[in-house]
């Protein structure tokens, strides 16, 4: 569909890394430098043992960075509203948005769209800065057109 | 998952009926949006009243001390710890659906892993009440985590699997919290839009956070569900291992074994499909959703059981065998005398739980009994009872008597405060079921769309029509990668 890649997994590997560092980090200074504990005469620094405790952070960390990061980059949180133009947009339909502006000719537009099989046009007007987005902002909304199509 | 539009007539339909994606909203949904039905009623409220009595038991304990329970030299572990690796092995199906299944682009996990996950998230719940509980000072439970203290400051002792148990649990639950959430998202969002009560509106509207259907967040959701089943993946391997630590890193004869791991990893993928099995065959029957929930579901998950049963009775065998090869007579004395010997205390338990969980699954190597869904639901709950007998009899009879005849431990019981605990666990299990049955859809409603055009059974019948095709066209359509 030609859509940008994602970086969010590149993200989680990042907070993956992270994570495994806290952890040995965390439990080699605990255990070596602050408070020496000996444990059946065992090393002090016991890689070993740590590797479960190392591996569940790596994956907490990673899981929750990934989570908000998601949440994030879509701007959704529980108390946000946001316009999806068609109801049906979450039910069965596949909804395509066309931004207008002043100079555009809806009239061959919506044409257009019915040509290739639209299953309805409607024209929604909305306000400016409608959306929380962030990558187009130097585009002005003015007018919505919306194309459903199957 | 792989988007493609052709797959094979030979493969049965996944999606029974004559479906659109309409009309699969339709029918999901209608439970969601029905009133509560008197069965449910009668369902929750039963299982609350359960729940209260497990509360009390709690509190009792909680008061009084654990000498409410029945523990004593040396069986200083019994039904509390049991309880918790049964709860938690259950739970290991729920990811196993999701995200192993995911992973393997498996398109009939998408019927069943709504409710597979809900399950792992309730029954890891109920697992984290018994390590909590049993604390006896549980005011201080607190004491677990590493945290800045002014006794010198005093870390935990992260050599410890007790501790590893800790992390590990935590992380579980909070994966599959956020996986189970995650892909509940666009599900959420169809509730609130078809939503016509306004308490319903904003409901759905706050819990589906804004969701759209944008194709970039579609691109970012599908990423993070890969992510997080890749990570879950491993996640449910090492959780059970982790628990199976607390036993295997220990001295003690019948415990001291390295099979435990893979033994307990496919134990608990055995007693969790056993579970989701119990859960779906009613589900499905009381919301209607059999088209969905096929019986070829039913079977495949038949099929996975027969197999880590087949797994689970090789290790006990496994186990057997070392115990008598090995020549440390303590060892071979915990399988002989406490285990196999039917004469002793513990015998029966031994045989229960090879009956139920090595010879009882081997049925569903025939095809006409894996479909059959009222054996499956009678196996279900004898594999399961099957799985708590394991875990019983690798606690107890190893411990009650180990190495030192004088301090072998009279005849452990249960208290009515432990099995009410139990009980009780029950009891918030299924209050919390039955509220995500009516409050959540129980079927991935996205995730089954996207295998709608491929598996429904209308669309199967057109799959003649791609068959024809020449390899050209054929090329030319499915060329590219959806990106899957």
């Known amino acids: 569909m030609g859509l940008r890649d994602t970086g969010l997994d590149r993200a989680g590997f990042v907070y993956g890394i992270t994570g495994t560092a806290t952890a040995v980090g965390f439990i080699t200074w605990a255990l070596t430098i602050d408070w020496q504990l000996n444990v059946g005469g065992k090393p002090f620094f016991a890689l070993p043992a740590w590797i479960p405790i190392t591996f569940e952070l790596t994956v907490l960390f990673a899981s929750i960075g990934m989570v908000l990061t998601f949440c994030y980059l879509c701007q959704m949180a529980p108390v946000v509203k946001k316009d999806h133009f068609n109801l049906r947009s979450t039910d069965d339909t596949f909804v395509m948005v066309l931004e207008c502006t002043d100079k555009t000719n809806e009239g061959e537009v919506i044409n257009f769209m019915q040509s290739i099989g639209a299953e309805g046009v409607q024209v929604q007007y909305k306000e400016t800065e409608w959306w929380l987005g962030r990558y187009d902002k130097n585009t002005k909304r003015f007018e919505k057109r919306e194309v459903i199509t199957k | ?484």
């Not at chain 2, 009926?17 to 009668?42: F, M, N, S």
Request: hydrophobic share 50%.
């Open chain 2, 1 to 484: 998952m792989a988007l493609l539009r052709y797959e094979s007539q030979v493969r049965p339909a996944l999606i029974e009926g004559d479906k659109d994606y309409h009309q699969v909203t339709e029918d999901i949904c209608r439970p969601v949006e029905a009133r509560p039905t008197k069965l449910w009623w009668i369902g929750f409220l039963f299982s609350v009243l359960v729940l209260c009595f497990g509360i009390l038991s709690v509190t009792m304990e909680v008061i009084y001390g654990t000498g409410q329970w029945n523990l004593h030299k040396t069986v200083g572990w019994g039904w509390d710890i049991t309880n918790f690796v049964w709860w938690i092995g259950i739970g290991h199906a729920g990811t196993l659906i999701s995200a192993i299944l995911l992973l393997f682009r498996q398109g009939w996990r998408t019927g069943v892993n709504r409710a597979a996950e809900a399950m792992t998230i309730f029954a890891v719940i109920c697992a984290g009440q018994f390590p909590i509980w049993h604390m006896g000072r549980v005011w201080v439970a607190f004491f677990t985590l590493p945290y800045p203290n002014t006794r010198g400051p005093l870390w935990v002792n992260f050599n410890s699997p007790l501790l590893w148990d800790v992390f590990a649990i935590s992380t579980y639950f909070t994966v599959s919290l956020l996986f189970w959430y995650t892909g509940l998202l666009p599900d959420l969002a169809t509730l609130r839009d078809r939503a016509k009560l306004k308490w319903r509106k904003m409901f759905y509207g706050v819990a589906a956070f804004g969701w759209t259907g944008s194709t970039k967040h579609w691109q970012r959701h599908e990423t993070l569900a890969l992510v997080l089943a890749g990570l879950s993946t491993p996640l449910v391997l090492s959780v059970h291992t982790i628990v199976s630590f607390d036993f295997a890193t220990s001295v003690v004869p019948g415990w001291h074994t390295t099979i435990f791991p893979p033994y307990f990893v496919a134990g608990a993928i055995f007693s969790g499909f056993a579970m989701v099995q119990t859960l779906l065959v009613v589900t499905r029957k009381v919301l209607a959703l059999e088209e969905y929930i096929t019986i070829e579901h039913i079977d495949v998950m038949n099929k996975v059981i027969v197999l880590t049963g087949s797994i689970v009775g090789i290790a006990y065998l496994t186990e057997l065998f070392m115990a008598w090869y090995s020549h440390v007579p303590y060892e071979w004395f915990a399988f002989r005398q406490n285990r196999v010997n039917l004469f002793s205390p513990y015998g029966w338990s031994y045989w229960i739980m090879m009956g139920c969980n090595v010879l009882s699954p081997q049925i569903f190597w025939f095809r006409k009994m894996r479909r059959s869904l009222m054996l499956t639901f009678f196996m279900s709950i004898l594999i399961n009872i099957g799985m708590w007998f394991e875990r019983f009899v690798i606690i107890v009879t190893s411990i009650y008597r180990d190495y030192l005849p004088s301090s072998w431990a009279t005849y452990y019981r249960p208290t009515i405060w432990e099995v009410g605990f139990y009980m009780g666990t029950f009891g918030l299990f299924f209050t919390c079921y039955f509220l995500f049955s009516k409050f959540f859809p129980v079927i991935a409603l996205a995730e089954i769309k996207h295998i709608l055009k491929r598996s429904g059974e209308n669309y199967k019948e057109k799959m003649d029509e791609v068959e024809h095709e020449k390899v050209e066209e054929f090329v030319e359509q499915h060329g590219h990668d959806h990106g899957a």
